[in-house]
């Protein structure tokens, strides 16, 4: 997509099939990547985000990414220009979408592009960003490591969250002695790999929550022995039920 001069806000709607992936790219406006339906997982050499319908991913101006698709996804993005997205973060995140953000959202891709020149596209340019700027972050980023062991053992433990391996041998498998890992995880990603892996695994189950897995299936499939700890997991890490997270 070219974006060119003239215009504050372009917008982009598109339906993409489960498993698509968008591969590596950026962009010379900032981007907020919204869906409709789906999760999408938007991957830097950083960080990885989550947006389930309910939420949005910021992406400032150059941040090299790729998305994946997580189910049918009716993607829809807005991109700003430099000048209006000034007031927003310098770095990416994930925004909870409140009713009249969502709502904005889509009257500006029915618009599909705002020229700031008239006034009524304007007024809708500044109040976007200042719903933006007021928009609560939501901790659905997983940070990456760079070591390629570390990142080894991240994708292992990302694919297969209720893999009940130790992880002494999921280790081995990535390359590296579980005390190198040990070691690496929170020198590189901030987080021991232990709480890496917790929070990988309720990552997992937000995206399994937004495609309609029933709390206990879900609990399940992230490596939860029962729902009761994996309601207390989530409540910690989110600050509400897993129920209330998807509405």
């Avoid at 003239?6 to 968008?22: E, I, K, N």
């Avoid at 009257?107 to 719903?131: E, S, V």
Wanted: contains cysteine.
């Amino acid at each position: 997509m070219s974006l060119g001069d003239g215009f504050s806000v372009r917008s982009a709607a598109t339906t993409y099939p489960d498993g698509w992936r968008l591969d590596r790219h950026d962009h010379p406006w900032g981007q907020l990547a919204f869906c409709n339906s789906g999760v999408m997982r938007v991957v830097s050499d950083a960080a990885a985000w989550l947006a389930p319908p309910t939420r949005a991913i910021w992406l400032p101006a150059g941040v090299a990414h790729a998305i994946v698709m997580k189910g049918e996804v009716a993607s829809r993005f807005l991109y700003i220009a430099p000048e209006l997205a000034a007031p927003l973060p310098c770095e990416p995140r994930v925004l909870e979408v409140v009713p009249l953000l969502r709502e904005l959202i889509l009257h500006i891709l029915r618009i599909r592009m705002l020229d700031p020149t008239r006034p009524d596209h304007d007024r809708l340019g500044g109040l976007l960003i200042d719903l933006l700027v007021e928009a609560r972050p939501q901790d659905l980023a997983l940070p990456l490591p760079r070591d390629r062991r570390a990142l080894a053992l991240a994708e292992r433990l990302q694919s297969a969250p209720a893999d009940p391996a130790p992880l002494a041998q999921a280790a081995r498998h990535a390359g590296a002695s579980l005390r190198t890992l040990q070691r690496l995880f929170p020198a590189e990603t901030g987080l021991t790999l232990e709480a890496w892996r917790q929070k990988a695994r309720l990552i997992a189950a937000v995206s399994a929550l937004s495609a309609g897995a029933p709390v206990a299936v879900t609990a399940a499939d992230c490596g939860y022995e029962s729902p009761s700890a994996f309601i207390t997991a989530f409540k910690r890490q989110f600050g509400v039920t897993p129920g209330r997270f998807r509405t």
